[in-house]
C-alpha cells in the first residue's frame, strides 16, 4: 500500500509542477507527513523529480521562443550557486528545524499568493 502512496505523491508533485504551480509544496508535505520520509530525504527527492520537470519545460518554453538566450546565464549563474549553497547549509540543519522552516517557507508563500489575489480582484473592480 505504502508504493501506491508514493507513486500518487509522484503523480500529484508531478502534475503540479508541470502546471508550474512548484510540485514541492505538496510533494514534501505528503512524504513528510502522510509517509513519515524524512525532511531531509523529502527535499533531495523533491529535487531528483524537478529536475527532469525543468528541463522539458526549458525545452518547451525555448520551442515555443519564449526564452531569452541573452539572459539565461545572468539567472542560471547565481541559481546555480545558491542552490548549492543551501543544498550545503540543509545537510548542517537538523530535521526538525528544517521542516519548521519549510513549513514557515509554505505559510509565507500562501499569505503572498491570497495577498496576489486579493489584489488582482480589486485591481479588476476599480478597472470596471
Known sequence: MR??????AGFAG???GGMGMGGGTLLIPILTVFLGVNQHLAQ?????????MSIIALIIHAKNKLVDKKKILPIMIPSLLSCGLTAYLSTLTEGGLLRRLFGGFLIVLGVFSLALLIFKKVKEKKGK
Open 3 to 8: 508504493i501506491l502512496y508514493l507513486i500518487l
Open 14 to 16: 508531478g502534475l503540479l
Open 44 to 52: 533531495w527527492t523533491n529535487v531528483i523529480t524537478f529536475l527532469p
